[in-house]
């Protein structure tokens, strides 16, 4: 799209209304006076400024801007991040299905996938790596995507992976998408860190690889507030997905939808269309330079992303620790640190300075003998109750000494999108309490039986 041509309604609107010095009879009750600096410009649904679940105005014409942008079907605004459209996602998938609902997902499924099923009364077939790097990793193939499918008696509503992954491992998306297709079921996808995949000179975005739906948060990775996302739907996917897509997103969503969300994802569409992908191609530059001066010390750097950095700690030689004290006394904020991995992700907005700063910090650290770290890895625990059971069933909190035999009531991980160590509806082993006290988990939410 041509930059020029990008129209922004929302903001064009907000604008003008925050200039008419018309009296505020409605709600926010700051009435567009300061506290913090952005109250002119926060809005509700006034007349003419749309609806977002039932959008036929401005709402929906940067809605098809996103949605040209893109290259879907629809791309649907959220101001409640990617938890949102995932619940949405699994909803269209499931809907009008009768009997048992199942859907063969990947381990490393964020917190909203477990309550999304719990509030869907779905169940899950678990795919879980061959071979992981710690929590925040779940390589799967599309061959263990097939080998699930066959071995299932009915075939399940969705198949559902997350990828780009916390440790920037990209899936092969295209794959698992054949794969969805030779057998009929549609491809969902967690792309919530990766909404400028599309705009890489080679387009990996999931739309573009096949998945019949994905969320983005937009916000992880493109210049727009907390909590603006998208939920994307594919030119391939069934037609009753877009027909019923508000429907969906309203039921999970609040009925007051933040208007500086949605500003922000307007503008956002004018910024991508102009320079963007040229800014992105030169930040992704600055990324790899910046990957091989650190492999050149002897730092293990790991995934796939082009913008994101990640460091094995252990590989590298380094403490617990240590590699984010000395980043926090360089002045630099890191984006996750477990003590297995160091996480910093970048975009064409970090300027010069920031990479010089990184770089900096490294002088002189070169990295030791890797670290022999005990590897712990979740196994599959028994499952005993339904998610939707034990998240809605009366708990209680208990020390993770006393957690084994409990019935897990709320998944714990050491960071979403990761791996639970139990999920909803498992019955907690002694693996699984050495994992906890790894991670720091020392208290743990059980069913009360």
């Known amino acids: ?183 009929g079921v549609p491809l969902l996808v967690d792309n919530a860190h990766g909404a400028y995949l599309k705009f890489l000179k080679e387009d990996i ?68 269309a102009q320079d963007f992908s040229a800014e992105l191609e030169e930040c992704t530059k600055t990324v790899e330079k910046t990957k091989k001066l650190l492999e050149s010390q002897g730092v293990a750097v790991v995934g796939d992303e082009k913008t994101k950095l990640v460091i094995d700690l252990a590989a590298s030689g380094f403490a617990a620790g240590e590699l984010e004290k000395r980043l926090c006394d360089n002045n630099i904020e890191v984006e996750f640190s477990d003590g297995d991995h160091v996480v910093l992700m970048a975009s064409p907005l970090n300027n010069k300075g920031d990479f010089e700063r990184l770089e900096s910090a490294f002088d002189g650290l070169f990295a030791k003998k890797a670290v022999d770290r005990e590897k712990i890895f979740p196994t599959r625990c028994e499952k005993v109750l339904s998610i939707r059971q034990a998240v809605f069933a009366p708990r209680e909190i208990v020390p993770t000494d006393k957690a084994p035999g409990r019935i897990c009531g709320c998944p714990t991980v050491s960071c979403p999108p990761a791996i639970p160590i139990v999920t909803s509806g498992e019955r907690i082993d002694e693996n699984a309490v050495k994992l906890f006290k790894k991670y720091g988990i020392f208290k743990i939410d059980v069913v009360i039986e």
């Open 205 to 272: 975005h999931p739309i573009t690889l096949g998945a019949h739906m994905c969320c983005d948060s937009a916000h992880k990775t493109l210049p727009v507030l907390t909590g603006g996302g998208y939920l994307h739907i594919s030119k391939k996917a069934p037609s009753a997905y877009v027909e019923n897509a508000r429907n969906m997103l309203s039921v999970f969503a609040s009925t007051s939808p933040s208007y500086l969300i949605l500003q922000s994802l307007d503008a956002c569409n004018r910024y991508i």
């Open 1 to 183: 799209m041509n930059g020029k041509k990008v129209t922004t309604p929302i903001c064009d609107f907000v604008e003008e209304y925050r200039k008419s010095g018309i009296s505020r009879f409605h709600m926010p009750g700051h009435k567009g006076k300061n506290l913090v600096g952005c109250e002119s410009a926060d809005i509700t649904e006034i007349s003419g400024a749309d609806v977002l679940y039932s959008a036929d105005g401005i709402i929906a014409e940067s809605e098809q801007n996103a949605t040209r942008l893109f290259g879907t079907a629809h791309t649907f605004y959220s101001t409640e991040g990617s938890s949102l459209s995932i619940k949405a996602m699994l909803a269209l998938a499931v809907c009008g299905k009768h009997g048992k609902k199942t859907v063969l997902a990947a381990r490393n499924a964020h917190k909203a996938f477990v309550y999304g099923c719990a509030l869907l009364d779905i169940e899950v077939e678990w795919l879980y790596p061959k071979k992981g790097e710690g929590l925040c990793s779940c390589p799967i193939t599309s061959g263990q995507v097939k080998d699930a499918l066959c071995a299932l008696d009915n075939l399940p509503c969705a198949v559902y992976i997350t990828s780009p992954d916390y440790l920037g491992n990209i899936a092969d998306v295209s794959g698992i998408a054949k794969v969805c297709d030779d057998f």
